[in-house]
């Protein structure tokens, strides 16, 4: 028997429709610091800048994929997707992973670039360094609330979109200490900082990727003895077997098998596995209860 409710089913649809809500209010962030970037890299003619700009272009795309996923995920279960949908938005987040591969590979190739050719230094002045400034300023806020909000939800989208913000911050940071050292002389400072960059946002996917595959692979939500531990203390049931569990916080299954006195007539049965369902959906984010009854067998 299921534990899947309509009240579930409202509850989950609410917390996808929240996290469209913030994905849309990042997605205008975004574009007004890729604007701002823009404007000052082509003023200043800095290639780190422009560059710049174009990792925040990346961020920006990654809003309007969240937000197509986020869509499809939000799709009830259906006769082909009995478990609901769900799954696009962990694909979400390892599309998210490709992105910051990509961006990763273009910074290292870029700085090396840099560094074998060397080029002209840029024409710097305080508008430039107030306007990068301004943009970390705006991108700190934006990570900071979009993790509040993913924490809050439980969403595995907004959590990688928040650190792929963060690397942006990152990145304009290593652009602004790379100018202020170009400033005073050393003009290869920007390229060796966008390398070590490059290396946070690595490490930034695999943090990303620790997440999701798991997901993805079925990875158990709760070890089976813990889930044990809870169901045995329960009045009416005597012992648990085949414990199996899958799925991300908010939206985990879990399937087992209960036994009970064989004495136990079918309505007392069906009350205590109702009990274990609800007991359950209480704990670890379980929304899907399968309770199987059988009589213990002495």
């Known amino acids: 028997m299921s534990a899947y409710t309509v009240e579930t089913a409202n509850w989950i649809d609410g917390r996808r429709l929240q996290v469209r809500r913030v994905l849309w209010w990042v997605l205008v962030g ?13 003023r200043s003619g800095s290639i780190a800048i422009l560059a710049d700009a174009g990792h925040s272009g990346v961020d920006a795309l990654n809003n309007v994929v969240a937000l197509l996923v986020i869509r499809l995920a939000s799709a009830p279960p ?23 591969s990509i961006t990763c590979f273009e910074l290292l190739t870029g700085a090396i670039g840099r560094l074998a ?22 991108n700190v ?27 942006d911050v990152l990145v304009t940071a290593s652009v602004l200490g790379g100018l202020l ?13 966008g390398i070590v960059v490059a290396l946070v946002i690595a490490y930034s996917g695999w943090g990303i990727l620790r997440r999701t ?5 079925d990875h158990r939500a709760m070890p089976p003895e813990a889930i044990r531990r809870v169901v045995t203390t329960m009045s009416g049931v005597e012992g648990a077997s085949d414990i199996r569990s899958r799925g991300r916080p908010g939206e985990a299954f879990v399937e087992l098998t209960i036994q009970v006195d064989p004495t136990t007539n079918v309505r007392e049965a ?21 309770v199987h009854v059988e009589p213990r067998v002495d």
């Open 213 to 217: 595959v798991p997901v993805l692979v």
């Open 30 to 42: 975004n574009i007004l610091v890729i604007i701002a970037k823009l404007a000052v890299g082509l």
């Open 141 to 167: 806020g934006v990570a900071s609330a979009e993790l509040t909000y993913a924490r809050r939800l439980e969403s595995e989208m907004l959590a990688a979109d928040s650190r792929h913000t963060m690397s």
């Open 181 to 193: 050292l170009v400033r005073q002389g050393w003009t290869a400072a920007d390229a060796w900082l």
């Open 117 to 138: 050719a060397g080029v002209s230094p840029p024409r710097l002045e305080p508008l430039t360094f107030a306007v990068l400034g301004a943009t970390m300023v705006v």
């Open 78 to 100: 259906d006769a082909e997707h009995p478990y609901g949908h769900g799954k696009f938005e962990t694909l979400g987040a390892l599309a998210i992973v490709s992105f910051l």
């Open 270 to 290: 069906h009350e205590i596995a109702d009990a274990v369902e609800q007991r359950l959906r209480g704990i670890e984010g379980f929304y899907d209860v399968i």
